[in-house]
Structure formats: C-alpha cells, structure tokens
C-alpha cells in the first residue's frame, strides 16, 4: 500500500476500551456492509444519529416520561418542529402570550408564511380558552411559567378543553427541565426542550428536544426532522448527556439559591415585587403547587420606579451578576428585560411601575450573591 492510501485506510478496533460514556462517533459517512443494508431502517447516514445521540434520546425520554425524542441543534428549532410538523396550510394554531419571544415569532410569520393562521391567548385564560377554538384549530402552544414574567398556565383545564376537541398541546417544558414539571403525564401530547438551559448546564453548548408519548406525533415530527435536515453534532449531544448525569443535583441548589434570593429581594426597598412561582405570594402559586415539584432558579423581579441612569448604574456595579441572555448554566444572571415583554392583556401579574428584572441563580455562595446585589443597589443612589 502506498503512503498516502496508508494515511486513509489506517484505523484500529473502534470499540476496543469499555468506557463508562459513549464514544464520540464523528460522521457522516457510515461503512454500509451489504447493499441489504440500504433497503432496511438501519442508520446509514451522520445525520441520523449516532451512539451518543441514541442514548441522550433514551435519557430524554425518562426525563420527560416520553416514548420518542428527537434532538435539534437549539431549543428553538425544537419549538419550531414540534410547531410546524403538526400542522398544514388552512390549519389554525392557538398560542400562549408568554410564550419564549423567538418562539412567538415562530407562530406570527412562519406559520401565517406556511398557511396556518393563529391567536394568541391571555397564559392565564384557563377553561376559557375554548372560546377561541376554531373548527381548523389543530394545535395548543404553551410554557409554563411564562417566559419573563412567570404566570402559570392552569395545565389540567387547558389539557381538558383541548382533548374535547381533538386538539394537540405542545408544551415548553424548558423550565421545569423534566425534574420539576412533567407535563406529558398531566395529559399534554409533545413536550420541548431548551437543553441549552438546565441539561447541558455550562452555558457551552446549544442543543433542543422534542418529546412525545404518541406514535402519531412521532412520525410526524420524524418527517418533518427528516425533511428538514435537523441534527445535532455528536459533541454538543455528547455535552448535552454529560449535563444530565448531574442534573437533578445542580437543580436542587439552583432551586435552593433561587428561594433564597427572591425572600432577600422581596425585603429590599428597591423591589416592589417578585415573580416566583413557588413563593406563597405568587398569585398562580396554587397551580405550581398542584402541578409542579420544585422551582427552578429563574425568576423575575419588579422594581420600584427608578431613573434609567440609576438602573445602569446598578446594573454596571454588579461584579459576581452578569448580564446576559440565556439561562441555566452555573453562573448568576440579571438581565433587564421589559423591551421583551409583549404581553396581550393588562394582566395584573404585569402590572408595574419600575423595570422588570429576570434572574438565574447560579450556584455561587447565596451570601456572596447577596452582598454584590447589596453593593449594586447603594449605587443607585449614589
Ligand atoms: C423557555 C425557552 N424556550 C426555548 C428557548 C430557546 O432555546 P435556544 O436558546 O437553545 O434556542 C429559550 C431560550 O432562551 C427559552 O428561554
């Protein structure tokens, strides 16, 4: 053999060690042995899926208690699958206000460019949300708490109507993560995930899932992934199962910093109000409590009415809180976010007079995170 077919065509036992995880497996080309091969179901091609993506679809469906996942390269091209496989031109979708913005946007322009026509509801109509249904409604899309402001949806009534009517729910469990809400056993048909947030945990890698329990659903979606093209890389699924092995232990003391923050906000003076569902003095927290088996550390925060200058002056103080988007990794987060808030009634869980904050808590020291936000305020009326 010459050097440069040797330099090809040199490779070893491939699964020669017995790792605890599965190997990476970077590719798209697979070696097809017979041309049997071609006509059965087997995994042919990268693009498919390879071993580390059959365990994180395995893993994911017993998060969510599902019978088939299908993983995408971010949450929102979740969001736009389990959305756009589930309906056809003439079809009417029905959707959440507080739902994820980008997500959103999805039911607004590509929908209406695919044909399908859609509402968007009030998170908190509850059962009067059959008064929206069309006859051509074919789809439900929810999040719960709302992305922003953290209203609950009331889950069981929404799920009743909806099977009364034949019509799917598609739920943004990206929240809850599949440790502290599992919307699949409370009757919803397809659950999504942002796997960017909690599950892959770093803030390193992008990643999405869909979820179902309905061999219906699943080829639907299949199709749809098939012909689209979506995939995940073998790294990013890699991170992506790598973050589920210790998930329910990070969330517990997100959780724990996340109760912790909003009781010491919640006594500040520069806070009117927080947004936690699993406080008492949340007004859907009977919802949580009936539906949900834990907070995660993300929640919202109204202030009391300031000078914008005083806002920057707080924001651009704080050390240990950064601010940017996203959420779920280890770090402390404090955004911002009332240019994003694009809510459809005056709801008064909206209401407010100061800027609206959103805050992860990460899983620094809860004193340390106190005290930087102790510092930031005294700036604010320097
Ligand atoms: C609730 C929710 N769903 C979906 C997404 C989209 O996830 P990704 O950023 O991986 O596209 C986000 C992102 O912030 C989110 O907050």
Redesign the pocket.
């Known amino acids: 053999m010459k050097d440069k077919t040797k330099l090809i065509h040199r490779h070893g036992d491939r699964h020669r060690f017995n790792t605890v995880n599965p190997p990476i497996e970077r590719a798209s080309t697979l070696l097809i042995s017979t041309r049997e091969t071609l006509q059965g179901k087997s995994t042919v091609y990268g693009r498919m899926g390879l071993s580390v993506h059959r365990e994180l679809e395995a893993a994911m469906c017993d998060l969510e208690s599902a019978d088939y996942a299908f993983l995408t390269s971010?949450?929102?091209?979740a969001?736009a699958l389990a959305s756009a496989a589930l309906v056809k031109a003439g079809d009417h979708v029905l959707y959440a206000d507080c739902l994820?913005g980008?997500?959103r946007r999805f039911c607004q322009r590509r929908l209406r460019s695919m044909g399908v026509t859609s509402t968007r509801f009030s998170a908190r109509i509850g059962q009067q949300i059959e008064t929206l249904i069309q006859p051509e409604t074919r789809l439900i899309i929810l999040?719960s708490p709302g992305?922003l402001t953290f209203e609950l949806v009331d889950l069981q009534a929404i799920v009743k109507v909806a099977r009364a009517h034949n019509i799917i729910t598609v739920f943004?469990n990206?929240?809850g993560a599949g440790v502290f809400h599992r919307p699949l056993e409370l009757g919803v048909d397809v659950v999504v995930q942002?796997?960017?947030?909690y599950v892959v945990g770093h803030a390193d890698t992008?990643?999405?899932a869909v979820m179902t329990r309905s061999t219906k659903i699943a080829n639907q979606i299949e199709r749809c992934k098939q012909d689209w093209g979506f995939s995940l890389s073998p790294d990013d699924a890699y991170t992506a199962l790598r973050g589920l092995r210790t998930l329910h232990v990070r969330l517990r003391q997100h959780e724990a910093n996340g109760y912790a923050l909003a009781e010491w906000l919640a006594n500040r003076p520069e806070i009117d109000r927080v947004l936690h569902p699993g406080r008492a003095d949340h007004p859907d927290h009977h919802l949580w409590q009936r539906d949900f088996s834990g907070a995660c550390g993300l929640f919202g925060a109204i202030m009391a009415p300031i000078e914008d200058t005083q806002l920057d002056r707080f924001l651009e103080s704080m050390t240990l809180f950064k601010m940017g988007?996203?959420?779920g990794g280890f770090e402390s987060l404090l955004i911002p976010c009332c240019d994003q808030l694009n809510r459809l009634s005056k709801d008064p869980i909206h209401d407010r007079t100061g800027p609206l904050l959103r805050i992860h808590a990460g899983l620094e020291d809860i004193d340390d995170l106190t005290a930087d936000l102790a510092q930031a305020f005294a700036e604010i009326e320097r």
Request: some cysteine.
């Open positions: 971010n949450g929102l091209q969001c994820y980008p997500n999040e992305s943004d990206t929240w942002a796997l960017t947030k992008m990643a999405g988007f996203s959420w």
